[in-house]
């Protein structure tokens, strides 16, 4: 199947600071991404949807000025996590959709300590 | 809006017994559904997709079923596994939406030994 690679896989930042995540797929080109979050023991919530050439469609209750997207080129998008705080720490994980059918990177592990 | 349940939300099993997961959407104009696997930590791992226009798909001892008009999907897992021990996920695509999932649940498997 396609290939959608996320790094870092872990990230631990201190409170204010902030932390880039990026999407890559690595054997196609996509002209959207999505970024989903997903708290402890619970199932995965959509944040935004990353459109290359535009800006990103966020969703409701979901803070454009924290939560930064680009998506400069058909195979990278990047989430930016501004002033990060601790509440913040949650599993961040990006797919992306060839055909009919989405893809997933490893997701990645911030902790805001 | 699309809403997708899962049911039950643990299910633990000894090895061997099939498996039996349910997943239910609110809205039956959906693209395809997904299922997938999560490992604790772990992102995911696609495993079914299922189109619109479907009744089911089978990958191995995976089979799953879609009822649109009914509103539900079923994954079975024929001679469970101790390594089946996983969160199983299903997700409908919105149709027209561009392989934007809306995610249930999950259902946390544990396959006794």
């Known amino acids: 199947g396609a290939v959608v690679s996320q790094h870092p896989s872990r990230v631990i930042c201190k409170s204010g600071t902030s932390v880039k995540i990026e999407c890559r797929s690595l054997?196609?080109?996509?002209?959207?991404m999505f970024w989903y979050r997903q708290f402890p023991k619970q199932s995965l919530m959509l944040m935004a949807t990353s459109n290359e050439g535009s800006k990103a469609t966020y969703e409701q209750g979901v803070e454009k000025d924290k939560f930064l997207i680009n998506h400069a080129s058909l195979t990278l998008s990047t989430l930016t996590v501004t002033s990060a705080h601790p509440e913040d720490s949650s599993f961040y994980i990006c797919?992306?959709?060839?055909?009919?059918?989405?893809?997933f990177g490893q997701g990645t592990r911030l902790t805001v300590v | 809006k699309q809403e997708v349940t899962q049911i039950p939300a643990a299910l633990s099993v000894p090895e061997g017994e099939n498996l039996v997961l349910n997943c239910s959407f609110t809205?039956?104009?959906?693209?395809?559904l997904q299922w997938f696997r999560q490992d604790p930590g772990k992102g995911l791992t696609s495993l079914l997709l299922?189109?619109?226009?479907?009744r089911e798909q089978t990958s191995g001892r995976l089979n799953a079923s879609l009822d649109k008009s009914s509103g539900r999907s079923t994954l079975y897992i024929a001679a469970s596994q101790p390594g089946d021990s996983a969160t199983y996920l299903c997700a409908a695509d919105i149709k027209a939406a561009g392989n934007k999932l809306t995610f249930g649940g999950g259902t946390r498997v544990l396959v006794k030994p």
């Open positions: 809205d039956s104009a959906i693209y395809n």
């Open positions: 797919s992306a959709g060839r055909n009919t059918e989405a893809f």
């Open positions: 054997d196609f080109q996509a002209t959207t």
């Open positions: 299922i189109q619109s226009s479907q």
